[in-house]
């Protein structure tokens, strides 16, 4: 049973965190469509993101109860990597000078095995189970 649920385990961040994506794109994509700049973005998208994904990840992915020590722990691992994602859509945006849409979709597919490892290690303080 133990081995079952975790095997389950990615599937369910997956899920998470495509919903979780799709926000951020979407506070990315349309604040760049009125004329916001993309720091501002990306520290409003990792606010609002950061909030969202704890909740549903401690609930569903990892089936805890939410603390305010993993709350905070998984913030600021995810803090982490903001400089990250912002030096990815950095690079697209200001340096290929590629559009938005493709910028926030590339950094996030990039994004992703970074945040699984962050979240899993904040929430329940351990990468892989025993």
Do not use: C
């Amino acid at each position: 049973m133990i081995r079952s649920a975790l095997a389950q385990e990615p599937m369910r961040y997956a899920g998470i965190s495509a919903a979780v994506a799709l926000m951020n794109n979407m506070v990315l994509i349309g604040g760049d469509r009125v004329g916001l700049g993309y720091v501002w973005l990306v520290f409003l998208s990792w606010l609002i993101g950061g909030i969202l994904a704890f909740g549903l990840h401690s609930r569903f992915t990892f089936r805890v109860d939410a603390k305010w020590g993993g709350f905070w722990r998984f913030m600021a691992a995810t803090a982490m990597g903001v400089p990250l994602a912002l030096g990815l859509i950095a690079l697209m945006r200001s340096g290929f000078g590629w559009p938005m849409w493709v910028a926030s979709s590339l950094a996030t597919l990039l994004m992703f095995t970074y945040n699984y490892a962050s979240a899993r290690i904040a929430i329940l303080r351990k990468l892989f189970a025993r």
